[in-house]
């Protein structure tokens, strides 16, 4: 999701006339593809670098969308809560208003003794008791502990969960983040604690359309163009560009500027700035965490039980099958979320035991006609116990920070990426009106 200058203006369109009056609205993005969520190529086959989920409570992004000219109801493809753990472990949550889908989901998940499925409710209950927020933040680990939560009950239902909310191993993980995650998901409404699968890929999903809804307002987009240089000059801002095909530089001033580039990048170009230079080694201070998705192009026929469905005890954590969400029949999307021994493995023999892991859990017997890992090291940041996460204003009062980082209650998300935007493109119009 890159362009969040555009994604935090677009939120405004009232003002937006008058704003683009002192402050054009411009995006640049580097030229190298490094997007967080991008569309790929490969055997001629488009591919995400990652698949990825909303949840129905994932407002902001869905609204922002349909601003620029999405069908949420077209675009993805929705699942009621259902968490399918192979021949292991299954929660459906029925259709009764929430909460009590989720209560009655936990009560009649398969896969749990009673005595579990009743420490699951309560810790449920205990949480909306305390409004979901801890007076000091601890691990993941350390709360299910706290609450009783048996071995059983954490590998089946609350690892699988907090790995792929946090992107970040449980011992280490903040239950604080994930807390807040539950809240918003499964205490809301009912609606909100849906999974919405891209039926189509990311690139065409929102940057495309988010990049011409912003030149249809008269702003300006320009791609493969990096900037190299955030200048302070006076009351402005003074920004050095690069476009890839020109071997020279371009500078321009700016009233506001939102940096929104990916966290290195972010840290290198406040790390000059001397105002700037605290929060540019807070920034680089940030820990990470990978995602690997390894695609495995079957036969048409194969098809897997789900759309989504998750494996045991195994590299590969969830499974997606592209046929029923993008009509990409036979390609299987395996993800392996956080860090762990996968990463020791060269691709080709990742990709190996994936598929060895689909024969031997599902019968796949056929060999994939082809495969491509995507190994994204620094996929998300690491969601740890209070992570210091940096502000969106910074020493600079016309220098604002944007991205999943920022400060905010949410781990590396669309949904987190998108509310900082917003929030800065609030600040910014807020001192306009002043
Ligand atoms: C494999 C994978 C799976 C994921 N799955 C999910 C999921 O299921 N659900 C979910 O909500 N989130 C998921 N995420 C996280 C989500 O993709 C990110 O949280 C989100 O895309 C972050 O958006 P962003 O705008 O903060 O950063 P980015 O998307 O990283 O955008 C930063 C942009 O800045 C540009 N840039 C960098 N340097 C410069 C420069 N010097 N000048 C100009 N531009 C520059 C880059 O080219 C890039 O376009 C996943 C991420 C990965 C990698």
């Not at 999405?70 to 929430?98: I, M, S, W, Y």
Request: with cysteine; aromatic share 6%.
């Amino acid at each position: 999701m890159s362009p969040l200058l555009a994604a935090a203006t677009l939120a405004w369109p009232p003002p937006l006339r008058s704003l683009r009056q002192i402050f054009r609205l411009r995006y640049s993005k580097a030229p190298s593809n490094s997007a967080a969520a991008r569309g790929v190529w490969h055997n001629n086959v488009q591919l995400d670098n990652g698949q990825h989920i909303l949840l129905g409570c994932y407002h902001q992004t869905l609204q922002l969308i349909e601003q620029v000219g999405g069908n949420v109801e077209h675009d993805f493809l929705r699942l009621p809560l259902q968490l399918t753990l192979h021949n292991r472990f299954e929660l459906k949550a029925p259709h009764l208003p929430a909460p009590l889908h989720l209560l009655v989901g936990l009560f009649s998940a398969k896969g749990l003794s009673f005595g579990e499925r009743l420490r699951a409710a309560r810790f449920m209950l205990a949480l909306r008791h305390i409004n979901f927020t801890l007076l000091h933040d601890i691990s993941v680990f350390e709360l299910l502990r706290m609450h009783g939560q048996s071995d059983g009950l954490i590998r089946l239902l609350w690892e699988p969960l907090c790995i792929s909310a946090l992107n970040t191993p449980m011992h280490i993980a903040s239950a604080q983040v994930l807390l807040n995650v539950l809240r918003d998901s499964l205490n809301g409404v009912r609606n909100d604690s849906d999974m919405l699968l891209p039926r189509i890929d990311f690139t065409a999903l929102f940057p495309e359309r988010a990049a011409e809804y912003v030149k249809q307002h008269r702003g300006t987009v320009l791609t493969a163009c990096s900037v190299e240089a955030i200048i302070p000059n006076g009351d402005e801002i003074r920004l050095t560009t690069r476009q890839t095909a020109l071997s020279t530089a371009h500078t321009e001033l700016f009233s506001h500027v939102i940096c929104a580039a990916s966290p290195i990048s972010a840290a290198r170009l406040f790390h000059t700035v001397p105002q700037l230079a605290l929060i540019a080694g807070q920034i680089a201070a940030i820990p990470y965490q990978p995602i690997y998705t390894v695609y495995l192009q079957y036969p048409e026929h194969v098809c897997l039980p789900h759309a989504m469905l998750g494996l045991d005890r195994c590299f590969a954590q969830w499974l997606f099958d592209k046929g029923q969400i993008s009509e990409q029949r036979g390609l299987i999307a395996a993800v392996i979320s956080a860090q762990g021994k996968h990463q020791n493995l060269k691709h080709e023999l990742l990709a190996q035991k994936v598929a060895q892991e689909l024969c031997e859990q599902l019968g796949i017997r056929e060999a994939p006609v082809w495969h491509k890992v995507i190994a994204e090291k620094r996929a998300t940041f690491s969601c740890e116990t209070n992570l210091l996460r940096p502000a969106h204003t910074t020493q600079i009062a016309n220098v604002l920070l944007a991205g999943d980082y920022v400060a905010g209650e949410y781990p590396a998300t669309l949904e987190s990426a998108v509310m900082s935007g917003m929030l800065c493109a609030g600040t910014i119009l807020a001192a306009f009106n002043h």
